[in-house]
C-alpha cells in the first residue's frame, strides 16, 4: 500500500507527453471496453482523425478543458470511493469492539503504527502511547519502529495480534492496541 499511494496518479492531457515507464514517445490508453469518458474521447478522436485531418485550435481546447475535468471527476471518484470504503469498514468494525484479530502494519509514524485488519483490510492506528513495553523511536529510512531497550522492531508488513479499542464511526478512525 505504501508503494501504491506514493505513485503518481494518472492525469488525462490533450497533449503527447508519453510513458515514462514503458519509455515510448507517442502513447494513448483507453480501455476496453470503454468505461470512462476519456476512452471514449480517445476512440472519437481516432475515429475523426483516421483521414490525417489535423485537429483545429477549437477541437483542441475543448479536449484541453475535458482533460483537465475529466482528471479533476477521477481524483473526486477515488476520494469519495475510499471514504465509502472506510466508513462501511469502520461501521462493521464498530460491532467488534474489544475483538482480537491479526493485522499487517501498513504504515509507521512519529505517534504509531498503522494496521490492517487481515480480513476485512479495516485500518486504524495502533498510538506507540498504548504499547507498554518500550519507548520506540521511527527509523524513517527503514519504515520500522525500534524499541530503545529492547530493540523490538515493527516493520511494515509485520503480522501483529490486535485488539479493537475503539470506534469513532464520524471521523471514520479505529484506535488498535497490540493483543498480547
Not at 69 to 85: G, K
Request: hydrophobic fraction near 35%; avoid cysteine; proline fraction near 2%.
Amino acid at each position: 500500500m505504501a508503494t501504491l499511494r506514493s505513485m503518481a496518479k494518472a492525469i488525462y492531457s490533450h497533449k503527447n507527453i508519453g510513458h515514462f515507464s514503458l519509455g515510448f514517445k507517442h502513447y494513448t490508453h483507453f480501455t476496453s471496453p470503454i468505461r470512462r469518458y476519456p476512452d471514449m474521447m480517445a476512440h472519437r478522436i481516432l475515429a475523426s482523425h483516421l483521414d490525417n485531418s489535423p485537429i483545429s485550435k477549437p477541437e483542441l481546447d475543448s479536449y484541453r478543458a475535458a482533460a483537465i475535468r475529466s482528471s479533476e471527476r477521477e481524483v473526486e471518484a477515488v476520494e469519495a470511493e475510499r471514504d465509502s470504503t472506510k466508513f462501511k469498514q469502520v461501521e462493521y468494525m464498530s460491532a467488534h469492539v474489544g475483538d482480537i484479530f491479526d493485522g499487517v502494519i501498513s504504515g509507521v509514524s512519529d505517534s504509531g503504527m498503522f494496521v490492517a485488519e487481515k480480513v476485512t483490510r479495516a485500518e486504524g492506528m495502533i498510538r506507540l502511547s498504548t504499547i507498554g513495553d518500550d519507548y520506540y523511536d521511527l527509523d524513517r529510512k527503514h519504515y520500522t519502529l525500534v524499541g530503545r531497550s529492547t530493540k523490538k522492531k515493527y516493520r511494515l508488513g509485520d503480522v501483529v495480534k490486535i485488539k479493537l479499542l475503539a470506534v469513532n464511526i464520524e471521523s471514520r478512525q479505529l484506535d488498535w492496541t497490540l493483543a498480547q
